[in-house]
């Protein structure tokens, strides 16, 4: 059968385009868009994991409370009034400047503990640590996974 009498009955032969009209122009758009987005969102999670702000989680694998518990450093000083035995949080540390040095002090079953020199963070970003608290009170710190630039967000 002859092209033009193909297209006269609505036919297409095998490699015609289909044309764009307004709903296939919508299609296109809207699946362009949707891979705008996904690109942007891993370029996001890629910049938060790589060069976002410090991040340091502190957890109590202690039987005891934990009471005003302070991280310090060069140019931040965070205060936390309570952790259950237990329990984590997360903290972003503000002001850092330039490179800084982690302090960890706070209160238990009415002993002080503190810890120096835990870890090493810079304003540039891009750190993640990890500090837990032993049952016997010491505390312990390491860098933790990149995964830590996410702790505590509301996403």
């Known amino acids: ?3 033009t009498a193909r297209r006269r009955r609505g036919e297409r032969a095998a490699g015609d385009a289909q044309p764009l009209d307004g709903k296939n122009r ?8 949707i891979g705008i987005l996904i690109v942007d969102l891993a ?20 039987s005891y409370d934990l009471r005003s518990i302070r ?5 931040f000083d965070e205060q936390i009034a309570h952790l259950r035995a237990g329990d ?4 972003r540390p503000s002001g850092i400047r330039g490179e800084s040095g982690l302090e960890f002090h706070a209160m238990a079953n009415n002993r002080k503990i503190e810890a120096k020199d ?12 990890q500090i837990d608290v032993l049952p016997d009170l010491r505390v312990d ?4 996974s990149i995964w830590l630039a996410f702790c505590g967000l509301a996403l």
């Open 88 to 91: 984590a949080t997360c903290l």
């Open 43 to 62: 370029l996001w999670i890629a910049a938060e994991m790589l060069v976002g702000a410090a991040v340091i989680r502190i957890e109590n694998r202690s």
């Open 1 to 3: 059968m002859h092209q």
């Open 118 to 129: 835990l870890a090493y963070l810079e304003s540039s970003g891009g750190y993640h640590v």
């Open 71 to 75: 991280l310090t450093g060069n140019g």
């Open 141 to 144: 710190a390491s860098y933790g």
């Open 26 to 33: 919508m299609r296109i758009a809207g699946r362009l868009f």
